[in-house]
């Protein structure tokens, strides 16, 4: 019979996902002979056999990978050589240190614990029973442990941790699941849980005591620390709050499977989907109004929605067994600060938190945050990716490598080359020194894992963020790029469009190209560039960043201040009981005068200013917190829209919103209530949306609308906009895998520099060519 040899390179996820295991059995099933090996950041191998063989193990290679595996390309070339020798069999390679310049590195998320790994930790008479670090090659830590490729226990934290002869054996043999699991481990030479000088299951006894006292415990898991208490217990969750300075934003609430989210959330197919994938992610999901009964009301003030998630570890999945019950899992640091990855850091940043700390003795090599999701219709949307989704890699029109510096808050960087961009996890804040030396510790770390080197960095067009301050220290060439262009172009690259297209950028501030404040922004873009065809009316903001802070600055400017002034819009009794009267005369003055007043035109800032007129929020201790109160007070609540009006303005289309709060006000005197004022404002904003949009398409502006920005992460306003959109026959797209606040920026920086770079370089060879 005929003999084929063929090499083969596989690219993609293909390391630490239990690929060459596979490969072995796919090879050894349809008796082939051969070899395979982990070279740099990909697959290598080697097959001789059959023709029919080769072929249908070449076809299986990418239809029948590991289900964390993501194949990018497999490559097939005739052997050199006459290949495998007949009846040589097939192994597994120690991998190969070659390395790749510019070859293709792509590096796994971590994995949450799988079926037959939590069967494991259940069953008494498993060896791994009650083990918190249980994991195979599909679960377990990936991206947090991981030192350098090619993906070995030695290039990784296990390293410190030699396999006894059992988990040796299981490593070594090709018929069981852990089979080059790199992870592996056992109670008998894997990592140990530690609570003061206690170890093991002791330890873990001391911090389900804490927990059922009342207590916080700080616990260290995949990507760094996390605070844990009792979600059921109110002054446990109170006292949490104070300790971390975290009055009200919601606190993410693991439990421990679909059945209880059910009981405390409406739970639809795909986000039950969700919470089960291997990422498992926090899912935003609408509240069950009995479900208030188990939890504490302080977890999620101000809104009807709860993030909900399930067990990710062996350790999460004990605790919530032992404690039976739904317990708080937050970030693991004081507000504004990255997360502790170490006992030492955890106890100094900590301490005044946490009753107590549950350690153990695998170093976290990069910090990743959980990551946030929620399904609107049958769309599964990231508003923070970390944790099981980062850094998998994204598409992203770039040849040469690049990196975007991404934005102030919610910030992130992202590394693209190749055609591909790897978004690193939520960081945080950068006006906290500590995060930003978070920042750029984790930069050097996944350049050098990816093996990206820059050619350029993009950044904001804000002097004042620390990431553009970042990027002028880089000593590579800059390229600026308009914050809501960066929006746009972020959920432009993330559906593959390279052409022009329509934008609606939504969010609380950004500098635009005249030096103003924009954030209600209609533009017709491509990823080189773009051009302002509308826009929201601009109000000031007395006292800048304080405005942010108090919403009730903005309404008085709004309503003193209004780009368009309304005759008997005041202010009348509207603050009286809240507001000192001497300060909102003091306001008012400044706005009148125009002092420490900077002018925007910011849907974000419009969410404050109703929020504090309907009487919802004044004052607020976190970014979103008036518009998160606002959607909440809506809900499914339906209202006539109020008054508005579109007026062109130096050849752009702006909308008026003089009239539509003169229109609150009158129906907030007659008696409206809040749910139908809230619910009035989403559907006014919508309607002037869909008509600036229109107003631009008319004009010949394109039918594909990219929507974006932070105030689309509100599922109401994003029903309404994309409903009224495509009445009109429009195609709409906003993002999915990519954040759509500032978390996606640096994403969209990124498409950006690639796209003026491929430009640049097309001019110059066409330049070229004609000399």
């Not at 260290?220 to 620390?225: A, K, R, T």
């Not at 009730?552 to 009348?572: K, N, S």
């Amino acid at each position: 019979m005929a003999r084929r040899a063929r090499d083969f390179e596989v690219t993609g996820i293909v390391q630490g996902v239990g690929y060459r295991p596979f490969v072995h059995r796919t090879a050894t099933a349809l008796g082939l002979d051969g070899w395979v090996v982990n070279v740099d950041g990909h697959v290598e191998g080697g097959v001789a056999g059959s023709p029919y063989a080769v072929e249908e193990f070449t076809r299986l290679l990418a239809s029948a990978a590991p289900p964390l595996a993501r194949v990018r390309e497999v490559r097939t070339t005739p052997a050199t050589g006459p290949g495998p020798a007949p009846g040589s069999g097939f192994e597994v390679r120690v991998s190969g240190l070659r390395h790749v310049p510019g070859g293709p590195r792509e590096i796994p998320p971590d994995a949450a614990l799988c079926a037959a790994c939590l069967r494991e930790l259940l069953d008494p008479r498993d060896r791994r029973h009650r083990y918190p670090f249980v994991n195979c090659t599909d679960c377990g830590p990936r991206a947090t442990i991981i030192e350098d490729l090619p993906y070995d226990r030695v290039r990784t934290t296990m390293r410190r941790f030699p396999m006894c002869a059992d988990c040796a054996a299981e490593y070594a043999d090709p018929r069981d699941r852990r089979f080059h699991a790199e992870p592996i481990a056992c109670p008998a030479c894997g990592p140990r849980l530690a609570w003061d000088d206690l170890a093991g299951d002791d330890a873990l006894a001391a911090a389900v005591k804490t927990v059922d006292a009342g207590g916080t415990v700080a616990v260290l898991g995949l990507g760094g620390y996390q605070l844990v208490c009792d979600a059921t217990d109110p002054a446990a969750v109170d006292r949490l709050r104070r300790r971390k300075h975290r009055p009200a934003k919601p606190l993410a609430v693991m439990v421990h499977d679909p059945a209880e989210a059910r009981r405390l959330a409406r739970v639809g197919t795909g986000a039950a989907a969700l919470l089960t994938s291997p990422a498992r992610p926090i899912v935003l999901l609408p509240a069950l109004p009995g479900g208030g009964q188990r939890i504490a009301p302080g977890v999620h003030p101000g809104t009807d929605r709860i993030g909900l998630f399930l067990p990710t570890t062996g350790l999460h999945e004990l605790l919530l067994r032992d404690l039976a019950r739904p317990l708080v899992v937050t970030s693991g640091n004081l507000s504004g600060e990255p997360l502790a990855l170490d006992a030492a850091t955890a106890r100094r940043t900590l301490g005044a938190v946490a009753d107590g700390f549950l350690d153990h003795d695998r170093p976290v090599r990069a910090r990743y945050d959980d990551s946030v999701t929620q399904v609107t219709g049958r769309t599964v949307r990231t508003v923070r990716r970390a944790r099981g989704l980062a850094p998998a890699p994204l598409p992203c029109p770039a040849t040469d490598g690049v990196v975007g510096a991404g934005a102030q808050l919610k910030h992130t960087f992202t590394l693209a080359a190749d055609g591909r961009a790897h978004l690193a996890p939520h960081g945080g804040d950068l006006s906290d020194p500590a995060t930003y030396d978070a920042f750029t510790t984790s930069y050097e770390h996944l350049r050098a894992l990816t093996d990206i080197t820059p050619r350029a960095v993009a950044h904001d067009l804000h002097p004042g963020y620390l990431s553009t301050q970042w990027a002028r220290e880089q000593r590579l060439p800059l390229v600026p790029v308009q914050h809501h262009h960066a929006h746009l172009a972020a959920c432009a690259a993330e559906h593959g469009l390279t052409g022009p297209f329509t934008g609606v950028a939504y969010d609380g501030l950004g500098l635009g190209d005249d030096g103003t404040l924009w954030g209600g922004e209609i533009l017709v873009a491509d990823l080189t560039g773009y051009r302002r065809v509308g826009r929201l009316a601009t109000a000031p903001l007395p006292g800048g960043d304080a405005a942010v802070r108090h919403p009730w600055r903005t309404a008085l400017g709004h309503l003193h201040g209004a780009e368009f002034p309304q005759q008997g819009t005041g202010v009348g009794e509207l603050f009286d009981g809240r507001i000192d009267p001497r300060h909102v005369l003091a306001v008012r003055t400044m706005v009148e005068r125009g002092l420490n007043c900077p002018r925007a035109s910011s849907a974000g800032r419009l969410f404050d200013a109703v929020a504090s007129l309907i009487g919802l929020v004044d004052s607020v201790s976190y970014e979103g917190e008036a518009a998160v109160a606002l959607e909440a007070a809506a809900g499914r609540t339906r209202a006539v829209p109020f008054d508005h009006r579109l007026v062109r303005v130096d050849g752009l289309w702006v909308y008026d919103t003089a009239p539509t709060l003169a229109d609150l006000l009158t129906r907030r005197a007659d008696g409206a209530d809040q749910a139908h004022l809230a619910a009035a404002f989403h559907e006014t904003l919508a309607r002037a949306t869909a008509e600036l949009v229109g107003r631009a398409v008319a004009a010949g502006a394109p039918r594909t609308v990219c929507l974006a920005g932070g105030c689309f992460v509100n599922p109401r306003l994003l029903g309404d906009v994309r409903r009224r959109l495509r009445a009109q026959g429009l195609r709409v797209l906003t993002g999915e895998a990519v954040p759509v606040g500032d978390g996606g920026i640096s994403y969209g920086q990124a498409a950006v520099a690639a796209a003026r770079l491929a430009s640049r370089t097309s001019t110059t060879s066409k330049t070229s060519r004609k000399g």
